[in-house]
């Protein structure tokens, strides 16, 4: 029973300290009990990109001997550059979700494993554990979790990449609207760093369907959302002065640069 409690710290993210959504909640667990679900998430993402059910040139988060902001970060300079150099429009958008891991239903999480063929026996412990979570914030009672994951738990982000995934495989789809290098036919729409997301295109128009297919899969799940007063927008040539783009009906302005 103890691998299935934990006691929730409360960190502040800024300096508003009043509302209780400005806290990160990071929950402390059993020793072993983290030992155990650590084991667990290693042979499960070791399965999950060996299978190469999670593609690690798109995503990199809590990947092993991987410097993903890095390689995020010089991948998307370079387009940057490309796009600069060779009068070529480009538009970026970066994502930021509302409260992450805390919004992840634990049915979503099954039918992410069962969906990358996770085997069954696996999936029963996973489903076991999820299934009598209790945390207290100093509290005398315990609560339960029904939904969300432990922040803390090292199985927590493993399970949260396949969730996240499932979005990644959705917007693959629709990659022929993401940014080609010049004298390339690499096309690259979009970036991932665990739940930050980087949005690539071509045009606006380009950019606007990608949003808007990451917002399909955010009502699909029912609970998780965007964050729109987090999420930003840039634009190199070509762009409409003063352009908006929408994000679940909010407006973000274009930051527009000419390079010329």
């Known amino acids: 029973m103890s691998w299935r409690t934990g006691e929730t710290i409360l960190i502040s993210k800024e300096e508003n300290t009043s509302d209780p959504s400005c806290f990160r909640p990071i929950t402390l667990k059993n020793s072993s009990g983290n030992l155990g679900m ?19 040139s798109i995503q990199k988060g809590f990947m092993e001997k991987i410097s993903g902001c890095v390689e995020h970060t010089e991948a998307l300079t370079e387009m940057l550059q490309d796009a600069k150099k060779n009068g070529k429009p480009i538009v970026t958008t970066w994502l930021d979700l509302q409260n992450a891991y805390g919004t992840v239903p634990h049915n979503l999480v099954q039918f992410a494993l ?6 069954d026996h696996i999936r029963k412990i996973i489903f076991k554990y999820y299934d009598e979570l209790f945390i207290r914030v100093k509290t005398t009672d315990w609560i339960q979790c ?3 994951v432990f922040q803390g738990c090292p199985l927590s982000c493993i399970l949260f990449l396949a969730v996240f995934n499932l ?7 629709f990659n022929h609207l ?3 290098m010049s004298g ?3 096309t690259s729409s979009a970036k991932a760093y665990a739940d930050d997301l980087t ?10 369907e990608l949003v808007d297919t990451m917002n399909i899969f955010l009502k699909w799940t029912r609970t ?6 987090k999420c930003r927008s840039h634009a190199m040539k070509k762009v409409v002065p003063n352009a908006e783009q929408k994000q679940q009906g909010h407006k973000t302005q274009y930051v527009a640069y000419d390079p010329d």
């Not at 979005?167 to 789809?173: E, I, K, N, P, T």
């Not at 998780?224 to 007063?229: G, I, L, T, V």
Request: hydrophobic fraction near 30%.
């Open 199 to 208: 949005l690539i295109a071509r045009s606006p128009e380009s950019c606007q």
């Open 38 to 56: 650590g084991i667990l998430a290693q042979r499960t993402i070791n399965y999950l990109t060996n299978n190469n059910y999670i593609d690690q």
């Open 167 to 173: 979005c990644l495989d959705l917007l693959d789809q």
């Open 114 to 119: 069962e969906w990358y063929h996770v085997p």
């Open 184 to 186: 390339s036919d690499i």
């Open 146 to 148: 029904t939904i969300g």
């Open 224 to 229: 998780m959302k965007a964050k729109p007063s």
């Open 178 to 180: 993401g940014y080609c």
